[in-house]
């Protein structure tokens, strides 16, 4: 449906009286309006107190699907003789539809009975019973218009789920940008798995509106039983697995039991009229699919009719089974429908064990699995991950994803991207510089630069290239206990790699700098003088440096220490220590693959955090939200000093699938103002956590900087005694009740907490309300 060439009619009460008169014959004694989508409506009573509903219809409903909807009410009201529905009344001339000229428009008239009683809306709570006789008349609805044809019946309506997605043309009116990515996702999945087969479902004349409005009860000694149905308005040839969804979706909203209303709902529909696996297997879409339209649609009518409170009587419902639905896993309801059916559920996904036993066999043990029993991850949904069980898992640690799993900008943007062009740099193509353009401009203005690779390790290998030109020297400082890649460039300056297990120690030219930790490191306290006594240790190993005659390439620092435990410096900590490298003529390397891009809150890179002015700044893990892409940024003066003769070409690098993916990540932070969030639910994080920490004694530390966190466990917090095995056991509870959380500091002591940037508090008390119940076995 199109605004733009869509009005719904507005006779006045008094038009009314005159047309309804004049058309039926009727003696007036009251007039009132009712609710409607397309049509106006009023319920009408006579002087002899019969009643009934008026229906006023422009030319954008056709007459033959008019005549469509009061053809299938008269053909139930004769199949179905048990239950009530609104017959058309004639009109004077004997005609169900009577047309009314105003101007040069069209307007067309229908007079149904009144169906007197209380509809299943105004019930607080609905019995099971009701539920199952619903399953059961919709059931017979269907098998009674299997064959039927009208050639109203192929008219296309905005509710009929097939037409879901016209839908894409209303998300604009959704103004809450988490509201639209939930919404735009969900049509990413209905594109992605609905889409596909539906050409393979059946298709017919279905009812189409089976929401708690159009149920009429009847009330018999405080029981109630189903009685009838009205408005005829959304019948289309349509899915027939549409039919038990849409009744489903309004279900769900009505009940504080969705799972079993669903069964008995389910189970009485496919017991008169089987419903085939085909089709149970993308019920779980159909209905995302009615919730879309009912909510795009609400969001559009309240920017076109701001009045009309009908169209927006199931938005909040709706909003909140969406949110249910978003962070369930669909292999959950899946089972849930076959369940319900009574059918066999066949597996989608190889099994575990068999996948376990391939990997022992073709895939190296150097490669890790997470936890003790390993997940089998098959889907992903902004904070959440789902297996293959049906288990849903908030992802507190996957900071690969930024925006969150399968964020639907980033997915459409690199598919269609994939759709028009991929080749390399030595090409020139519009989105390279686009996205180039976009990420400079998120710098200092001394940043003019930028390498595009294909990930956080070949952009550190790629800068330690560009220093060791720039400044011809030999030497490097880095940071104990950091971790830079996996290059073997990169093993060499990451002393977590190279004095961890299997490691051989540290190369001559390179210099470790103490963590500059302010709980566990040498020096301790969160104030600037702890790090000028960190950086005092700093300059004389420069000092040394330089009486050895040796010359310094310069200083590699992640902002914020993910495997040295998420540790936060002491207040500028990095600006004193890039200012000694720069007076000793090297060159400042700000490490940022896993903290930038507004993850720190209040700066959308770490070293903002520290006041610290880089000279190279290496950019990895989020910044393609799970596309592999990564980039250098850095001064003109090092760029140029690179152009030595020797091409440097990455094959990958830059391609514009890779710069489609990162140019979307840029604008959804924007958008969604991701950075203010991750700031502000940072914020409410650690003020959960430090409550926390006030109840419970294995918390020795809490800290972090926007939604990057890490809570530190102890023994004894006088002498800090890690406590590894506790950590671990706290990680493996944490799996147990779905939240996904690891360790990691020297001793694998502490919780390491970087969830994506749309983390929401909700979130937050979720993970503080379960780590709260898992310690209080440790107290």
């Not at 009573?45 to 005549?67: A, N, Q």
């Not at 003019?448 to 550190?460: I, K, P, T």
């Amino acid at each position: 449906m199109n605004p733009k060439n869509y009005k719904k009619p507005d006779f006045s009460l008094k038009e009314i009286r005159t047309m309804a008169a004049k058309a039926f014959v009727l003696a007036l004694k009251e007039i009132r309006p009712l609710p409607g989508d397309r049509s106006q409506n009023f319920l009408i009573t006579d002087r002899s107190g019969l009643k009934y509903v008026l229906k006023i219809s422009s030319s954008f409903d056709h007459l033959e699907e008019l005549d469509f909807e009061n053809q299938v009410v008269l053909k139930l009201s004769q199949e179905l003789s048990d239950y009530h529905f609104p017959l058309p009344q004639p009109d004077i001339n004997g005609q169900l539809i009577s047309c009314y000229e105003r101007g040069n428009k069209v307007f067309y008239l229908r007079l149904f009975d009144y169906m007197e009683g209380p509809s299943l809306a105004d019930l607080q709570s609905v019995p099971l019973s009701l539920w199952s006789e619903i399953g059961r008349l919709l059931a017979r609805i269907d098998l009674v218009l299997k064959d039927f044809y009208h050639a109203g019946s192929r008219r296309e309506l905005p509710w009929d789920v097939k037409n879901v997605l016209w839908s894409k043309d209303r998300l604009k009116y959704v103004t809450d940008p988490v509201k639209r990515r939930q919404l735009d996702y969900v049509l990413l999945q209905i594109e992605t798995y609905l889409l596909p087969v539906s050409t393979g479902l059946r298709r017919q004349v279905i009812y189409g509106d089976g929401n708690e409005h159009n149920f009429i009860l009847q009330v018999k000694k405080e029981a109630y039983r189903l009685t009838g149905l009205i408005d005829f308005g959304d019948m289309s040839d349509s899915f027939l697995a549409a039919e038990p969804a849409i009744a489903l979706t309004y279900a769900m909203m009505k009940t504080s039991a969705p799972e079993e209303a669903v069964k008995v709902l389910l189970s009485a529909y496919h017991k008169i009229n089987p419903l085939q696996p085909a089709e149970l297997d993308v019920l779980y879409y159909l209905i995302l699919s009615r919730l879309v339209i009912s909510l795009t649609m609400a969001a559009w009518r309240r920017q076109t009719e701001p009045q009309n409170e009908y169209m927006t009587v199931s938005e909040e419902p709706g909003w909140k089974l969406l949110d249910s639905l978003f962070t369930s896993n669909p292999e959950k309801w899946r089972s849930l429908f076959y369940k319900s059916c009574k059918l066999e559920l066949s597996s989608l996904w190889l099994e575990s064990e068999k996948l376990l036993g391939f990997r022992s066999e073709h895939i190296s043990e150097a490669m890790s699995l997470t936890y003790r029993q390993p997940l089998h991850i098959t889907r992903g949904a902004g904070q959440y991950l789902f297996d293959d069980r049906g288990e849903s898992y908030l992802d507190c640690v996957n900071n690969v994803c930024h925006l969150g799993h399968c964020h639907p900008r980033v997915a459409r943007a690199v598919a269609r991207q994939m759709a028009i062009l991929n080749t390399n740099t030595r090409y020139l193509y519009d989105v390279l510089a686009l996205y180039v353009e976009k990420l400079l401009s998120k710098f200092p203005a001394k940043f003019q630069y930028c390498f595009l690779v294909n990930s956080g390790s070949e952009a550190n290998d790629l800068a330690l290239r560009l220093a060791r030109n720039y400044t011809r020297a030999t030497e490097i400082l880095v940071l104990d206990r950091a971790y830079h890649g996996n290059l073997s460039s990169l093993i060499d300056i990451s002393p977590y790699k190279f004095d961890g297990p299997g490691g051989k120690g540290a190369p001559p030219f390179i210099h470790k700098l103490a963590t500059p930790d302010p709980y566990r490191g040498p020096y301790r306290g969160r104030t600037e003088a702890t790090s000028l006594k960190y950086t005092a240790d700093a300059r004389q190993v420069i000092n040394d440096l330089k009486a050895a005659g040796k010359k310094l390439v310069g200083l590699i620092a992640e902002p914020m220490m993910g495997c040295a435990g998420q540790v936060i410096f002491p207040p500028r900590y990095l600006k004193h220590a890039f200012d000694l490298v720069h007076r000793a003529g090297g060159v400042c390397i700000a490490d940022e693959v896993q903290v930038g891009f507004g993850r720190p809150g209040r700066f959308f890179w770490g070293f903002e955090s520290q006041e610290a002015s880089p000279d190279i700044v290496t950019l990895g893990k989020p910044i393609g939200n799970g596309h592999p892409i990564g980039a250098v940024v850095t001064t003109e003066e090092i760029a140029r000093s690179f152009v030595t003769g020797m091409e440097y070409f990455n094959t990958f690098g830059g391609n514009p699938v890779s710069c489609a993916a990162g140019l979307a990540v840029l604008e959804a932070i924007e958008e969604e103002n991701l950075q203010e969030n991750a700031g502000s639910v940072g914020d409410y994080f650690l003020k959960r956590l430090n409550e926390l920490q006030s109840k419970h004694e294995l918390i020795g530390d809490v800290r972090g900087l926007g939604l990057f966190i890490g809570v530190e466990l102890v023994k004894d917090r006088e002498t800090r005694r890690p406590a590894t095995r506790e950590a671990e056991l706290i990680a493996e509870k944490m799996k147990r009740n779905n939240i996904l959380v690891t360790t990691e500091g020297p001793y694998h002591q502490v919780l390491k907490i970087k969830p994506a940037i749309i983390f929401n508090k909700d979130n937050v008390d979720l993970f503080v309300e379960t780590l709260d119940e898992i310690l209080k076995v440790f107290d």
